[in-house]
């Protein structure tokens, strides 16, 4: 039986002293919390680890999108899985701002104003739909001479390296996925404004072709000859599935850290607690494991906080 302490705030207290209190003090999410910088501090520090990080586009139309970009230029994962929206975001905050709102807008309003909300986000559409036509189908176009059949890991590279010479390329996390050489992969790459930007070049390219089974090929290949696999998932849909789906194939995922909103009672993938995964052989039965409760906003920051100072 362990005693709950009381947390003690300190004058000039890093984030990770604080994060050591938080598990003390015992309770809730606070101590999940602590426990999954620990998870991670574990996972990232063992050399025959495979590290995988998934998330949901929604968190990188926000200032959370420079955590991710840090966590990839600390090069402290191997492999992202996420969904086609990260790349819209992503390269559209290189050319264009998005705005603080509110979640209480008038939406009828915004859509008169050609102001698109994304929770208490504003994004202008000549800060989305527009600049991304404007900037991505001459890269296409000049990808195209290259060759004509891509994986999504490949053009995202391609994508990231040409963001070198930007005013705020640096700023961007595909850029640091290709300076890093850590891949990129999008499963629905079709989802979103990235994918149907590709789309309306094809419609005058029938053979420029998106290879989504070459980047399964390069997925197997990562799975196969990893010694062990650990996963930092933030939120759910099929950049989570897709982390878990192929441990499944190697007997699971030795380390997991989930951060989710979603509740369990619905069924959903995304309300499911890491522990439904080892039943499914997606994680391991003796594998270190939590899921914590809470918005990637506040959690993602705070927890990477203390990773990065740890190591």
Known sequence: MKPVKDIQLQKDMNTDKLVRELYESGG????????????????????????????????????????????????????????????????????????????????????????????NIFIPLECYGTVLEEKMQPILKELYQKKQKWSTKDIIWEFGKRLESEKNGKDSIMYWAWKNKIPIFVPGITDGAFGSQMWMYYQ?????????????????????????????????????????????????????????????????????????AVSWGKLKEQAAYVTVEGDATVLLPLMSSALFERI
């Open 204 to 276: 005058e390219h029938r053979d420029f072709t998106i290879d989504l089974f070459s980047d399964e090929q390069s997925l197997s290949d990562i799975v196969f000859t990893s010694k062990k696999m650990g996963a930092f998932i933030i939120g759910g849909g099929i950049s989570k599935h897709h982390v878990i789906w192929w441990a499944q194939f190697k007997d699971g995922l030795d380390y997991a850290v989930y951060l989710t909103t979603a509740v369990e009672h619905d069924g959903s993938l995304s309300g499911a607690r890491m522990r439904e």
């Open 28 to 119: 809730f999410t606070a101590k999940k919390l602590a426990v999954g910088v620990d998870i991670l501090e574990t996972m990232v520090k063992e050399k025959d680890c495979t590290t995988f990080l998934s998330f949901p586009a929604c968190i990188i139309s926000t200032g959370t999108r420079g955590v991710i970009k840090e966590i990839l230029k600390r090069k402290l994962v191997d492999v992202v899985i996420t969904t086609c929206g990260t790349l819209d975001h992503d390269l559209a905050r290189v050319w264009k701002d998005y705005y603080h709102g509110t979640f209480i807008a008038d939406d009828e309003d915004l859509h008169k104003k050609g102001i698109n909300r994304l929770g």
